[in-house]
């Protein structure tokens, strides 16, 4: 398969490592230096029904990878979203659990241990599971939305924790997902496939949304949004029926679809026909790629999906699988660092790590 | 059946399992409501293993119909409890449950690998029946085992480069265990159709990967070596001990050539101090170490790093056998032993020559228990066994020889096997290694003997009309439905169910939780793959109808659109109407003929818009199209009988238009027509009264007429 005009297929390592629980979710922490790499989970042990942020480090020096359990922190609840700051003096962890708790923990960027921690508790922001968080860039802030229409931010910067109502829409509306586009914007996504953007100047409600055809039998849910640093316009989408599209804010009538058949119309292509739970931009492109492509079109992502995909879906190209596993892959993280480095949790109690040359 | 006791704080639940009752369970638990509790409580099965107790507190007026609804934090509380381990497969060894998911997700894939391909199989065999079926089909057999074999742990580790320990003779291994022994005997007698040939070979194989197994029972060959091992660091002169001349007639007799010839070179003799004044000592020593390296054997290729020189053809094999065996007469036979100064050497060399020349005592003798006699059988006497028949025959002679009072679970199953009891290999596959054995077994047993196949798939009456191989798969799979971790492969196994599985399955996806949004997916998933439109719309009204009643009220919309459930959203438009719904129909966007029951509050909002720019201007643009909306929705079977009177009223302006009347002589007949309709449903008990002044029925009726007349005038 062709790579922006290489032949070449990519070559990849893959090395999968068994667990003994589930992963909800996983991240790369920032590196402390270029060896020593540590990742995040949101680890579920379902015989003691115990749920927990672990950090472990990862050796990617040994061929066969493996993790090293470093910390530990005992979370309350099952974790339902995940989140890590890429400010690696201090690198901030955002948790927030199906019961509608939020925790924010301070990791040390020498020994990559936790600090300190502070939570908000059950019905403080939400009624009911907290579904989508986003920490901003210097991990001050932090979004969250629920299935109860309720829109917050937490500023969790300085000594204390507080928190703003941005929206009520008294569970007429749900949110899933949500992605900040700048320290005042955000987007968030929800059911309908709809995607609506918030500014936080303006109150009363989203300052533009895009709203999917609800009434359509292939209509979904929005799982994941993202938004690159470099085009802050555009939100990339991933949801239901193998959905992948871009909303443009200069064209806000009509989204650009990278993949999926839940839109209505023919799409270019379709990867997966289930549900595409998390959508990140590929970073992996070399920048004088990147520079080429013109602001229009829409960069390169990568998606995971329950049929067990992990792929870059790129506009008007054809997709690359990375992975077609036998169950779902339930989340993944590129390295921001290191971009050729992706790892991903699978459905099956355990976990991924590629690395792209 | 579950009783409850119960004293101030502290309830416990009390199990008596129909098998023995008079030996109930008592599990304690914990639920935090303070005394008094009410005697009632409400016990249910929740998933998997799980009990639902819900407890509450008793009210103070017991008799009392009308519930507290005010304090409902305290009122009661539901406790889920966990009874027995969830990950108990029934293998007995393997306990931790993570290590039995694993083996669980491994083995999905190649199961239904080999469904699919059996599918396509016994699809063209209908067309064509030929030999290179069978040969086909055995290639995917082998291949489906030798990948569940590898989800079982490893086969011994690979030769080490290392410089070995000369006194190690065991290498550590990773522990071996009784299912991947039980399995790897099932794949040696029914799944690699290549290796019947050399059948005997195969087993003294599996002994030496599995010996240890039997230790914990009865003392065995491994065991023995193991003790021996300990104390060889601490023996100077090793010959002089019997126990060295004893393990390496151990080691010789069944097999382990490499450890008996590593043994013999550790003989005093070999030291360079003694060996001038031990020469013909030594010489005998490493003839006997030569010949047993020599040792001819009949298989395909030897275990790597094993001694022994392999035949794959018979007479080449009987040839270098006769050569072998003369050689160790002759040996036997030659003067040398009288040089011999060594006692103790030259009655170990020569017990060892007997072993070598298939002395039924000496090797029997030389073996713990009978399976290792069996196996010292093949080697030495009978290495041409061939036949099932033959074969069992033979261990019925070894048990005889070395009895045991309480057979270890695999040697039920290769009695089992070895006397073609189809009933007594399941027997012991589902009671020694569990639900996943059997169910994966099966497919073993069915390739291996037609008359297996016919005993599995045959379809029983006594079994509610499933065949046996059915009856083990859907056990397994609701065993798997029992974790909420591996409930999402058991549908694989299902839909190999013909008879029963899609019942099951569908009431399997019923039964999962729609509060959690990624659980309610993955099932709807499981719906799309397999075409299960009606289960996947029931699944979604119900998620929709549990996020209304929890007052997401926007999700639930969305689920019952998905579900194309008309009624209740012709339910919930009514409901919304009057609250709440503008805001609502915003999001629902701006398609009103798709929008399934909600299409009244559509056209109520146009309605509304349109009225609202009346009431702004006198525009009769505006009006005329806020009249439209009005007979639009007027028209509309949807728009429920009771806001009929709110409409009307609404619309007073419009029928006291001054310019012009807006509806015509038809339009306002079809209202007038509504309104007596509304006048007589008012009569009805049931009817619910707007919440309008007294007189907004007469003041439409008269407006209505005075529109009539004004119509007719123009007309």
């Not at chain 2, 694993?102 to 080999?114: E, K, M, N, Q, T």
């Not at chain 2, 003294?204 to 990967?209: Q, S």
């Not at chain 2, 065996?325 to 020569?350: N, P, V, Y």
Request: charged content about 20%.
């Amino acid at each position: 398969m062709a790579r922006n005009g290489t032949p070449h297929p990519q070559p990849l390592q893959i090395h999968r490592l068994p667990q003994s629980k589930y992963i909800d979710a996983l991240r790369w922490l920032p590196p402390i230096s270029p060896f020593d790499r540590h990742v995040v989970l949101a680890a579920f042990n379902s015989d003691s029904d115990a749920s927990a942020v672990e950090i472990h480090s990862i050796n990617s020096k040994n061929p066969s990878e493996t993790l090293t359990h470093h910390f530990s922190w005992t979370s309350p609840h099952r974790i339902s979203s995940l989140k890590v700051s890429q400010t690696p003096q201090k690198p901030v962890i955002a948790a927030s659990s199906f019961s509608g708790s939020l925790h924010v923990l301070f990791a040390d960027s020498l020994d990559a241990m936790i600090d300190s921690e502070v939570s908000l508790p059950e019905n403080a922001l939400h009624a009911g599971p907290i579904s989508g968080i986003d920490l901003n860039e210097n991990g001050s802030e932090c979004v969250t939305v629920g299935m109860d229409g309720r829109v917050n931010v937490v500023n969790v910067g300085g000594s204390g924790v507080s928190y703003r109502k941005v929206f009520d829409s008294n569970g007429l509306a749900s949110y899933t997902a949500t992605k900040w586009a700048s320290p005042a914007e955000f987007a968030t996504g929800g059911p309908g496939f709809g995607v609506q953007w918030w500014d936080q100047r303006k109150c009363g409600g989203p300052a533009a949304q895009f709203k999917g055809n609800w009434a359509q039998k292939t209509s979904g849910i929005v799982h994941s949004i993202d938004i690159h640093p470099s085009r802050k316009h555009t939100c990339l989408a991933g949801g239901s029926s193998g959905s992948v599209f871009a909303w443009d804010l200069r064209w806000q009538q009509q989204p650009i679809i990278l993949s999926g058949v839940g839109m209505g119309e023919t799409p270019a292509q379709s990867l997966s026909e289930s549900e595409v739970w998390e959508v990140q931009y590929d970073t992996f492109t070399r920048a004088a790629n990147l520079a080429s492509i013109s602001s229009a079109r829409v960069l390169p992502a990568m998606i995971c999906s329950e049929d067990g995909i992990l792929a870059v879906v790129e506009q008007g190209e054809e997709a690359i699988e990375l992975l077609a596993e036998p169950c779902a892959i339930n989340s993944f993280d590129i390295d921001k660092q290191n971009p050729s480095d992706v790892i991903c949790c699978l459905e099956w109690e355990s976990i991924a790590v590629l690395s792209r040359a | 059946m579950p009783a409850l006791t119960s004293n101030a704080g502290d309830t416990s639940l009390v199990l008596l399992p129909p098998e023995a009752p008079d030996s109930p369970a008592v599990i304690p638990f914990l639920h935090g409501i303070k005394p008094p509790i009410s005697p009632r409580l409400s016990i249910s099965w929740s998933r998997g293993n799980s009990l639902r107790v819900s407890v509450f507190k008793q009210s103070p007026q017991s008799d009392a119909v009308t519930s507290t609804g005010s304090n409902e934090t305290d009122g009661g509380r539901v406790v889920e409890l966990k009874l027995g381990s969830a990950g108990d497969g029934g293998g007995g060894e393997i306990d931790d449950a993570a290590q039995w998911r694993r083996i669980a997700y491994g083995s999905v894939a190649p199961f239904a690998l080999l469904q699919s391909r059996k599918n396509s199989m016994s699809a063209l065999s209908r067309m064509s029946s030929s030999s290179s079926y069978d040969a086909e089909w055995w290639a995917y057999v082998l291949e489906y085992s030798k990948e569940i074999n590898s989800l079982l742990g490893y086969r011994r580790s690979p030769p080490s480069l290392a410089i070995e320990d000369p006194r190690t003779l065991l290498k550590k291994v990773e522990e071996p265990t009784c299912l991947k022994a039980a399995w790897e005997l099932m794949e040696v007698f029914y799944a690699d159709k290549q290796s019947q040939a050399w059948l005997p070979e195969r087993l003294v194989d599996w002994l030496a990967d599995f010996d240890s197994l039997f230790s914990g029972t009865q003392p065995t060959i491994h065991s023995k070596l193991l003790d021996f091992q300990e104390e060889l660091v601490t023996l100077q002169a090793v010959e002089d001990d019997p126990r060295y001349w004893e393990a390496i007639s151990l080691a010789l007799a069944v097999g382990w050539l490499d450890i008996a010839v590593k043994l013999l070179r550790l003989h005093g003799s070999y030291q360079l101090n003694q060996l001038g004044n031990r020469e013909t000592e030594n010489g005998l020593v490493e003839a006997v170490a030569v010949l047993i390296s020599k040792m001819p054997r009949m298989r395909s290729k030897s275990a790597a790093g094993n001694l022994g020189e392999c035949f794959k053809s018979k007479p080449d094999f009987i040839k270098a056998l006769e050569k072998w065996r003369a050689q160790i007469t002759k040996l036997d036979c030659s003067a040398f032993w009288l040089q011999c100064g060594h006692h103790q050497t030259m009655e170990g060399l020569k017990s060892i020559l007997q072993i070598m020349l298939g002395n039924a005592s000496t090797l029997s003798a030389s073996t713990c228990h009978w399976l290792e006699l069996y196996i010292a059988h093949f080697i030495y006497i009978r290495p041409f066994t061939a036949g099932l028949e033959s074969m069992y025959t033979l261990a019925q002679k070894c048990l005889q020889v070395k009895p045991v009072s309480r057979p270890h679970k695999l040697m039920k199953l290769l009695t089992g096997i070895l006397g073609e009891n189809t009933e007594v290999v399941l027997a012991e596959c589902s009671k020694s290694f569990g639900p996943w054995m059997i169910a994966h077994a099966v497919e073993l047993l069915t390739a291996g003997s037609t008359h297996a196949d016919i005993v599995l798939h045959e379809e029983r009456d006594n079994l509610g009309g499933i065949s046996i191989e059915e009856l083990h798969r859907l056990v397994y799979a609701q065993f798997l439905s029992s974790h909420a971790l591996t409930w999402q492969i058991a549908p694989i196994y299902l839909t190999s169910c013909i008879k029963q599985g899609m019942g099951l399955l569908e009431i399997l996806l019923y039964k999962q939780p729609v509060h959690h949004n990624q659980v309610l997916l993955k099932n709807l998933e499981i719906c799309r793959l397999y075409e299960l439109d009606r289960v996947s719309s029931n699944i979604m009204k119900m998620a929709g109808v549990h996020h209304w009643k929890h007052g997401t009220k926007g999700s639930g919309v969305f689920w019952l659109q998905q579900a194309r459930d008309e009624f209740r959203l012709n339910r919930i438009a009514q409901h919304l109407f009057g609250f709440q719904w503008e805001g609502l129909i915003e999001l629902l966007g701006s398609d009103s003929r798709t929008a399934g029951g909600l299409e009244f509050l559509h056209k109520y909002r146009d309605f509304k818009r349109s009225l609202q720019q009346v009431h702004d201007g006198t525009v009769t643009d505006a009006a005329q199209r806020a009249a439209e909306a009005l007979i639009s929705l007027m028209k509309n079977p949807s728009t429920p009988h009771r806001f009929w009177l709110p409409l009307l009223y609404d619309s007073l302006k419009l029928f006291n238009w001054q310019e012009c009347p807006l509806l015509n002589v038809p339009q306002t007949n079809l209202l007038l027509n509504k309104l007596q309709e509304l006048s007589m449903a008012m009569l009805r008990p049931d009817f619910i009264e707007a919440d309008l002044p007294p007189q907004a029925l007469s003041s439409v009726r008269l407006a209505l007429a005075t529109n009539l007349g004004r119509a007719i005038l123009d007309h």
